[in-house]
């Protein structure tokens, strides 16, 4: 069966700290990837989305990048943090059989206090 | 672009009622999916209902289901005999066919079920 990890699960950083939160998927092989950020009050926005190993695409423009240097694994950085980075963050993936639709599975998050 | 609207912020059911959410969407896409997720306090995504916009019939899971009028962009979740359980974050999301299954999430409907 598929897995999906992530972590740290809480993080606490000051201003202008870097930022590295990893999300790896078991199970699985050319899953799609994704990062979300849920910020306080509101719904889930997708950061980044990725269909393979070096390919990714920035849905919004922000302080943040992301990365995928191996087949199951996303990596969401940052060189310098703000507050406004603060929230939740949650790795999704999905698996790419060719078909209408492919189910996005959630990891568990990780929460991220920027002060 | 694609919107989701969710109006209710808030909302309050008692145990063994019949509770509605609302969400209504924004697309000039005609090939599209729909989703209602849900997210307890553990903050773990759960897919509760999805629905093909090709197809007419509502879409139905024990006791969730959905009113789906596509030519209103309307679709609302309906949860039947709530539970103690069912007390959450809902979301409803859109994915349309063939995008790396992306999705668009609302700002969430936050459902709370009192004895």
């Known amino acids: 069966s598929q897995t999906i990890h992530q972590w740290p699960a809480t993080l606490v950083q000051p201003v202008g700290s870097p930022l590295s939160l990893e999300c790896t998927v078991e199970?699985?092989?050319?899953?799609?990837l994704y990062w979300y950020r849920q910020a306080a009050g509101r719904g889930l926005q997708l950061l980044f989305y990725?269909?393979?190993?070096?390919?990714i695409s920035s849905e919004v423009p922000q302080n943040l990048s992301a990365s995928r240097p191996q087949d199951r694994q996303f990596i969401l950085s940052s060189k310098k943090l703000l507050l406004s980075d603060s929230g939740f963050y949650l790795c999704?993936?999905?698996?790419?059989?060719?078909?209408?639709?492919?189910?996005?599975?959630f990891g568990p998050g990780t929460r991220l206090t920027v002060l | 672009a694609q919107t989701v609207t969710q109006s209710q912020p808030e909302m309050s059911v008692q145990e063994a009622e019949t509770v509605t959410l609302s969400c209504t969407y924004d697309?000039?896409?005609?090939?599209?999916?729909l989703f209602w997720y849900k997210q307890p306090p553990s903050r773990q995504m759960i897919l509760v209902i999805r629905q093909e916009a090709y197809k007419q019939q509502n879409a139905t899971e024990n006791r969730f289901s959905v009113n789906f009028q596509k030519a209103a962009k309307s679709f609302s979740l309906k949860i039947s005999d709530s539970q103690l359980g069912d007390t959450a974050m809902y979301f409803c999301?859109?994915?349309?066919?063939?995008?790396?299954?992306?999705?668009?999430f609302g700002t969430g409907t936050r459902l709370q079920v009192t004895l």
């Open positions: 999704a993936w999905s698996g790419t059989s060719g078909g209408f639709y492919n189910e996005q599975f």
């Open positions: 697309t000039s896409e005609n090939n599209y999916y």
């Open positions: 990725s269909v393979g190993i070096g390919q």
């Open positions: 999301a859109f994915m349309i066919v063939g995008t790396a299954s992306k999705l668009t």
């Open positions: 199970g699985t092989s050319n899953p799609n």
